[in-house]
């Protein structure tokens, strides 16, 4: 069993900046795929962000694009994503995600075996 504890959300204005870590528990994190989700009030959760295992190669939503960037430090077994130029419409609880090894970018909740509890993100106008 994997626990994956995120920290970082909070409140900021629109066009500010927070970073979210996700620390794991695995002694093998770095043979997991990372992903990270969010999940506004009253829409299903949604892929933001995803880091694979061995070269960190990194996919982003089209919404993220540009302005997130998700990063790991394996020796310190987390995860990251760097948020900037956020928007309102960035609000919602964020999830970090794990899965064992795979090749592919995985966006889909489906994917991954384990999950944080959350953290809120919620930006001002």
């Known amino acids: 069993q994997v626990q994956l504890v995120e920290s970082g959300g909070g409140l900021v204005e629109a066009g500010g900046s927070l970073r979210l870590s996700c620390a794991a528990s695995?002694?093998?994190?770095?043979?997991?795929?990372v992903g990270w989700f969010r999940q506004a009030p009253g829409k299903e959760r949604e892929f933001v962000a995803v880091i694979t295992w061995g070269r960190s190669h990194t996919y982003y939503s089209d919404s993220a694009k540009g302005r997130f960037t998700v990063s790991r430090d394996n020796d310190r077994r987390e995860a990251y994503l760097e948020m900037n130029r956020l928007k309102p419409e960035d609000t919602a609880v964020y999830f970090c995600?794990?899965?064992?090894?795979?090749?592919?970018?995985?966006?889909?909740?489906?994917?991954?075996?384990?999950w944080g509890q959350g953290t809120q993100v919620t930006v001002s106008a």
């Open positions: 995600a794990a899965r064992f090894g795979g090749s592919e970018f995985y966006t889909s909740t489906q994917a991954y075996t384990f």
């Open positions: 695995a002694s093998s994190f770095s043979s997991y795929v």
